[in-house]
């Protein structure tokens, strides 16, 4: 049973280039979050989709960031034009419908920028 | 929204010595307290969690206590050894799995031998 997936696990980039991040959630799992850890900091929420709907992205910054959660296939977060300060460890995580559940973690990709 | 503070930010023991992570939250209506274990370059890890209608739940080595009057829930973990060293993590939600959960700052805890 294969847990949260998470690719790539290391992407570097030089400013002003696109980051796409895949998620792919644990089997059975509708609801996927996504954070953010910046270095020596804790996670910050920025974004919960459920199949092809944001339900709330209260915690993305409102330009550059988008999320995505299709029909098929995985979550994609995708950063444009991205700045030395979007260098961090992008977590996400799943959990079940109506959940009883925790949510459970990916391996994290861990973004540089140059 | 939600707020949840932790202390300290760093902790050092001495293995074998117990350790204490303590977590306060603002939303009354949180009732889900889960706390993760995240080793260097790794995910976060569910190591116990507890919900608002116990007051103490115990996991080996481990427990987690709350006080819902006062609004906190801390993390106990006795006997400790090297292996426990990592950055912890509390957090509150008002639902199980909720994107209302909202993390502390994490705690990094280093048990020396």
């Known amino acids: 049973n294969a847990g949260v997936m998470q690719n790539p696990r290391h992407l570097v980039r030089r400013r002003g280039q696109e980051a796409r991040l895949r998620c792919s959630p644990m089997k059975g799992h509708s609801h996927v979050y996504w954070y953010r850890q910046l270095p020596e900091e804790g996670l910050k929420f920025m974004v919960y989709?459920?199949?092809?709907?944001?339900?709330?992205e209260s915690g993305m910054p409102k330009e550059r960031f988008s999320a995505e959660f299709p029909k098929e296939g995985p979550s994609i977060l995708r950063i444009q034009q991205v700045v030395r300060g979007d260098s961090a460890a992008y977590f996400c995580?799943?959990?079940?419908?109506?959940?009883?559940?925790?949510?459970?973690f990916g391996p994290g990709t861990r973004l540089l920028v140059l | 929204g939600e707020n949840v503070e932790q202390h300290p930010s760093t902790l050092s023991v001495q293995e074998g010595d117990s350790a204490v992570i303590k977590c306060t939250y603002s939303d009354s209506a949180s009732n889900y307290f889960p706390w993760y274990k995240q080793e260097l370059g790794k995910r976060p890890q569910l190591i116990i969690d507890?919900?608002?209608?116990?007051g103490e739940k115990k996991d080996q080595r481990i427990a987690v206590t709350l006080n819902k009057t006062a609004k906190h829930f801390s993390l106990h973990i006795t006997e400790t050894q090297p292996e426990d060293s990592a950055v912890y993590f509390c957090?509150?939600?008002?639902?199980?799995?909720?994107?209302?959960?909202?993390f502390g700052a994490g705690t990094r805890l280093t048990v020396k031998p």
């Open positions: 957090a509150a939600s008002i639902i199980v799995g909720g994107n209302d959960m909202r």
């Open positions: 989709l459920q199949k092809e709907n944001i339900i709330d």
């Open positions: 507890i919900r608002s209608n116990v």
């Open positions: 995580a799943s959990s079940l419908v109506d959940s009883a559940e925790t949510q459970y």
